[in-house]
């Protein structure tokens, strides 16, 4: 039990202010369907934190640092411009036709932002740390639905009064800086 505690403690508070907050804000304004949000986001953390628990030590010992910084970094430069274009499946007034093209826009977006990110790594970390494994995947998912939900519900509870066009065009700023960031450092 304590493995879950620790877990989901570690990335609720990671979490807080993180990209991927800035993420689940900006697809609850967009697509005002939190539901398949909140979905979205459960099955990519629980992909991402089961990948990162089981193969992160792998990876880690296969590339060297500098390359894995170049990837990352390339991954958010990729994710920043890709946030700049408006996606072909909406409606006119923004929204997706249906919840499962919701569920997988979340499911796909939140998966890659979070490639890389200090939830996942805090979550090889904490997985080299403590057992059973199943405890840390299933703490750092809570922990990371404890942040980004109560977001979610309100971001799409207040989408009419969040300009969606200077969200996008924040987000995408926020995920190339990023990317420049962790290059250049």
């Known amino acids: 039990m304590q493995a879950l505690l620790i877990s989901t403690a570690a990335v609720a508070i990671a979490e807080i202010g993180d990209k991927t907050q800035l993420l689940s804000l900006v697809l609850a304004a967009k697509y005002r369907r939190p539901l398949p949000i909140c979905l979205g986001i459960l099955i990519a953390t629980l992909a991402n934190h089961a990948l990162a628990g089981w193969f992160g030590a792998a990876v880690a010992a296969w590339l060297t640092p500098e390359l894995l910084k170049w990837i990352v970094a390339a991954s958010f430069l990729a994710i920043g411009l890709w946030t700049l274009v408006p996606d072909k499946l909406e409606d006119e007034d923004g929204v997706l036709r249906g919840h499962a093209s919701v569920l997988v826009a979340t499911t796909s ?52 009064r969040l300009p969606l066009r200077v969200t996008r065009m924040a987000a995408a700023a926020l995920f190339v800086a990023l990317a420049l960031w962790i290059a250049l450092r």
């Open 109 to 160: 977006a939140f998966f890659l932002a979070e490639m890389g990110d200090k939830t996942q790594v805090a979550t090889v970390v904490l997985a080299a740390q403590y057992e059973p494994l199943w405890q840390v995947v299933a703490g750092t998912t809570i922990g990371m639905l404890l942040a980004n939900v109560p977001v979610v519900w309100l971001g799409a509870r207040f989408a009419d």
